[in-house]
Antibody
Framework: QVQLQESGPGLVKPSETLSLTCTVS????????WSWIRQPPGKGLEWIGYIYYSGSTNYNPSLKSRVTISVDTSKNQFSLKLSSVTAADTAVYYCARLYSGYDSLNYYYYYYMDVWGKGTTVTVSS | DIQMTQSPSSLSASVGDRVTITCQAS??????LNWYQQKPGKAPKLLIY???NLETGVPSRFSGSGSGTDFTFTISSLQPEDIATYYC???????????FGPGTKVDIK
């Protein structure tokens, strides 16, 4: 079955760029949306953004100015870059598959995150 | 932006109890609502999608209902392994913007 694995530096300095990669195994990255979510220590989940395998993206408006998500279909990977980080960006970062289906009876698309990576902790500190 | 609220923020119940969590959206989101379970130190797990559809492999004691702005998540008979934080999550449609609720922590009394 499809598995996701986050990788990247666990420590980033303030004002620098956080870079993470999610590797998809057990299935193809094609035909799906792929998402990043984060969770600060002791707090709830925050959606960061997603990318379609073709490259189209959508970001959380609160992070949009600092976020870039990209995809490399040849490597079955997608990546997150978050610029100008501060201590507030310290969190566990998760990647997830954003599954999309179509309800032909009621004419709408539905979405849910059905496969998640285990998460990687990123600390922003000098 | 659509805001999500959940209540209660935490609860304690006995094994076998019926547990109900509510999630409210700041505007009509039809049935664009999912529920996740997160155990300590673990990634979230999808339980319910499209407000009321049980994800494959999820025990039938979990259920969801609602539409519009008001949604309910129910555990019909609480089990020790259900200790977790539960999050609702909504999406605007086309293209979807995603928002999580603040979570409800469930403990055993």
């Amino acid at each position: 079955q499809v598995q996701l694995q986050e990788s990247g530096p666990g420590l980033v300095k303030p004002s620098e760029t956080l870079s993470l990669t999610c590797t998809v195994s057990g299935g193809s990255i094609s035909s799906y949306y792929w998402s990043w979510i984060r969770q600060p220590p002791g707090k709830g989940l925050e959606w960061i953004g997603y990318i379609y395998y073709s490259g189209s993206t959508n970001y959380n408006p609160s992070l949009k100015s600092r976020v870039t998500i990209s995809v490399d279909t040849s490597k079955n990977q997608f990546s997150l870059k978050l610029s100008s980080v501060t201590a507030a960006d310290t969190a566990v970062y998760y990647c997830a598959r954003l599954y999309s289906g179509y309800d032909s009876l009621n004419y709408y698309y539905y979405y849910y995150m059905d496969v998640w990576g285990k998460g990687t902790t990123v600390t922003v500190s000098s | 932006d659509i805001q999500m609220t959940q209540s209660p923020s935490s609860l304690s119940a006995s094994v076998g109890d019926r547990v109900t969590i509510t999630c409210q959206a700041s505007q009509d989101i039809s049935n664009y609502l999912n529920w996740y379970q997160q155990k300590p130190g673990k990634a979230p797990k999808l339980l319910i999608y499209d407000a009321s559809n049980l994800e494959t492999g999820v025990p039938s004691r979990f259920s969801g209902s609602g539409s519009g702005t008001d949604f309910t998540f129910t555990i019909s008979s609480l089990q020790p392994e259900d200790i977790a934080t539960y999050y609702c999550q909504q999406y605007d449609n086309l293209p979807p913007l995603i928002t999580f609720g603040p979570g409800t922590k469930v403990d055993i009394k």
